[in-house]
Structure formats: structure tokens, C-alpha cells
């Protein structure tokens, strides 16, 4: 059943235009080899890097293999605690990931309720939503980031801070990130609403909220689907922001910023890989999710080629 899926899908327009886009097929592959060797981390990472039975500070700062001074099973070497540094990157890509898209979600699903109350309701209700949303796009998002990032942590008792780092991490992040959502979906609400079906729906004594949910959202989910995948991007970039500041995830669990900010403080001391690696495979992944985001918007919008 799910390859008869995918073969139509395959056969279908969209399908036919992803696969006349080899920078959007590569762009796939590389995400989901991404997505998979995080995933598998336990499985494929030479060590648990976060489990001190197997970290030896013996095997400290080994540069890669390939190097003179390189040993297996290092293949990109190991940190100045003996942790392997591959093993590391997996783990913490499996983190970044798991922000970014929980981000997104947060985001999408605020954005979307805002944006089909005040696009279907009208009134005072647009406007004070709309008004709050102008208000939130006003102060940089880095900067809410940081003030809610520090708010949380000094509110939360020492033992809950590292246990509740990511969830405040994506509350940071979907605090701002939702504006976009609200307004796409707000201007969709509006056009929708006054549709024959919509206002059919209304004469029939349909409620607002079936009306909306059952028959405006399906339409309005296009451009929300573009606007998420571009999004992933931005929001595992923020996270890694975040961290590289040291406001986002601790040294116990850390993701792919924390990598980075870690690996800097050994950059000129000759350890290069410590902050070079993490930083590929940040950008790798930011690049995979924009190129694939400019082909969706494109394939669904095909007035903007």
C-alpha cells in the first residue's frame, strides 16, 4: 500500500517536477541520511559519548584518521575528554533535529489557530491578534530567545534545568516564530471565507469552528507547508545560536551549537576538528532543508518561475 503511494505520488505533478530536480532529489537524500544516522545513533556512533564507561581521557585530542597521528575507531578524531567525535555529532544532530522540527511545530500550530481567527472572525478580534502579532515581529528573535531562555532557567529550581533545557529551548524559539504562520494562513482565511462553501456551510447553521477546521484549513495548508519547511532551517539554526551562547542545551545533552561552542575553545590551540565537523554538518543540513524548501514553493506555486 505505501509503494502504491509513492508510485503515484511519483507519477503525479509534483512528483514529476521533483524528479526533473536533482538538487531537490540530492537535497532529500541528504536529509534523510541526516535524519537516519541521528536516529541510529546508538546503533552506528563508535561509542556513547555521553557514557563515561566508555570514554577513556587517554584518547584525548587523537586528530582524524586520515591524519599522521589519527588511531581507529576516531574517524574524525576525539575531544579533549576522549570523546569520539563523530559519535558526538550524531548524537547531537539527533538533538538540533529533534528542536527544530518540535520548533515548528510549536510555531505552525500557534500561527495557524491565530492566523484562522483572525483572518474568518474579523473585527476587533483581527485586529488586536494582528496588532499583537506586529508587536512580536518588532523585537529581534534572537533577543526574545535570550530574555525567555533566562527567565525560564532562573525560575526553574537547578535540578530542572538541564532536564527541561530543550523544552525551553523550543518555547524560546515558537515564541517569535509563529508571526509568519498567522499572517499567511490570515490572508488564505480571508479569501476562503467568502467562498460559496464557506458562506453555504454558514446558511446551513455549521458552526464557525467546524467550518473553519473542516473546510477553510485544508485550503489555507499550501503556504504553511512552505513556510514550515523553510522555517526547519531557521529554527535549528536558532537553537545552535542559542547554544553557541551558552543559553540553549548543557554539555550532558548537547546538539550541534553546543558542539560548536565547545569545539571553538580549542580552535587555536590545533584541534580544528573539534569545531570544523560540527559546523559542516550544521550547514549541511540548514542548506539540505532551504534548497528542498525552494523547490516545494516553487513546485506548488509554479506562477513564481
Do not use: C
Not at 261 to 289: C, D, E, H, K, T
Amino acid at each position: 500500500m505505501a509503494e502504491g503511494a509513492v508510485s503515484r505520488w511519483l507519477g503525479s505533478d509534483m512528483g514529476l517536477s521533483f524528479r526533473a530536480s536533482p538538487v531537490a532529489v540530492a537535497s532529500l537524500v541528504v536529509l534523510v541520511l541526516v535524519a537516519l544516522s541521528a536516529l541510529l545513533a546508538p546503533v552506528i556512533a563508535p561509542q556513547n559519548p555521553y557514557d563515561l564507561k566508555q570514554v577513556f581521557i587517554d584518547k584525548a585530542e587523537i586528530p582524524p584518521i586520515w591524519t599522521r597521528d589519527g588511531e581507529w575507531p576516531f574517524l574524525l578524531g576525539t575531544d579533549p575528554q576522549g570523546r569520539d567525535v563523530l559519535s558526538s555529532i550524531l548524537y547531537g544532530t539527533r538533538m538540533s533535529l529533534l528542536i527544530g522540527v518540535a520548533a515548528v511545530a510549536a510555531s505552525m500550530s500557534i500561527g495557524v489557530s491565530i492566523g484562522l481567527a483572525a483572518g474568518f472572525l474579523g473585527g476587533w478580534v483581527d485586529n488586536l491578534l494582528m496588532r499583537i502579532a506586529d508587536t512580536v515581529l518588532s523585537i529581534p528573535t534572537l533577543l526574545v530567545a535570550i530574555l525567555v531562555s533566562a527567565v525560564a532557567r532562573a525560575l526553574l529550581p537547578p535540578g530542572l534545568r538541564e532536564p527541561f533545557a530543550a523544552v525551553i529551548l523550543v518555547a524560546s524559539i515558537s515564541l517569535t516564530g509563529w508571526v509568519q504562520y498567522a499572517r499567511t494562513v490570515r490572508a488564505s482565511t480571508m479569501v476562503e471565507r467568502r467562498k460559496e462553501y464557506a458562506q453555504a456551510a454558514r446558511i446551513i447553521g455549521v458552526s464557525s469552528a467546524r467550518i473553519m477546521r473542516r473546510h477553510i484549513l485544508p485550503n489555507t495548508l499550501t503556504p504553511v507547508l512552505v513556510a514550515a519547511t523553510l522555517n526547519l532551517g531557521l529554527a535549528i539554526l536558532a537553537e545552535a545560536t542559542l547554544s553557541f551562547l551558552g543559553v540553549g542545551m548543557p554539555i550532558t545533552q548537547p546538539s550541534l551549537g553546543a558542539l560548536i561552542r565547545i569545539g571553538n575553545q580549542y580552535l587555536f590551540s590545533g584541534a580544528w576538528w573539534l569545531v570544523v565537523f560540527p559546523s559542516v554538518q550544521l550547514g549541511l543540513i540548514v542548506l539540505s532543508v532551504n534548497l528542498l524548501g525552494d523547490w516545494l514553493r516553487d513546485a506548488l506555486n509554479p506562477k513564481l518561475n
